[in-house]
């Protein structure tokens, strides 16, 4: 089977869909959508968002160096497409979209009520890179909705429903295929 040679860009996709909030040195909140995403580090625990400079929120998480990642699920779909085309100079999000900011315990930025996992973050290092800048950043907590956990303490995400990006469009996460080590597990 042929393959066609493009020009080198980013084709590593699906993308997480993350809603990032902030808070402005006034307390004034606002919502980024952030499909640039990612593990850095588990120990110490680090993760990495990558913001154009010109975007509103840029000099808010430049300046408070703090943020919150927020998982989207189908039911934040439509607020995740939202954050991600109307500036946060222009409206607020959070009563907008009738989303209910929660009081972090580590960071100043508010939690997203609705989201089922919030990561607390303090950036530890920008790297102005292009056309994006990275925040690589430690995380100080994370919040899980306990109504995902089963009676083992066992967190399910799957059942939040989250949602991935990829070439314009919100996909639901598909159906488990497997489980980490078992293409070597003895039966």
């Known amino acids: ?14 993308l997480p869909v993350a809603l ?8 004034k909140y606002n919502i980024i959508t952030i499909a640039w995403a990612g593990t ?19 000099p808010i998480l430049q300046d408070r160096g703090e943020f919150v990642v927020n998982l989207t699920t189908k039911e934040l779909v439509y607020a995740a497409d939202y954050c991600g085309v109307k500036s946060g100079k222009d409206v607020d999000k959070f009563k907008m979209l009738g989303l209910t900011p929660v009081l972090a315990q580590k960071v100043s930025a508010p939690l997203i009520g609705e989201s089922p996992v919030n990561i607390e973050c303090r950036v530890r290092q920008i790297l102005e890179l292009g056309s994006h800048h990275m925040f ?3 995380v100080a907590a994370v919040h899980a909705d306990g109504k995902y956990m089963d009676e083992k303490n066992k967190f399910h995400l799957e059942k939040a429903e989250p949602v991935v990006y990829s070439h314009g469009g919100y996909y639901l996460c598909g159906k488990q295929v497997g489980t980490f080590g078992y293409s070597v597990r003895k039966s």
């Open 1 to 14: 089977m042929a393959k066609e040679v493009w020009k080198p860009g980013n084709m590593l996709y699906p």
């Open 20 to 27: 990032v909030s902030m808070a402005d040195r006034n307390g």
């Open 40 to 58: 850095v580090c588990t120990n110490p625990p680090m993760l990495s968002i990558s913001v154009r400079p010109e975007r509103y929120s840029y």
């Open 136 to 138: 690589l950043a430690d």
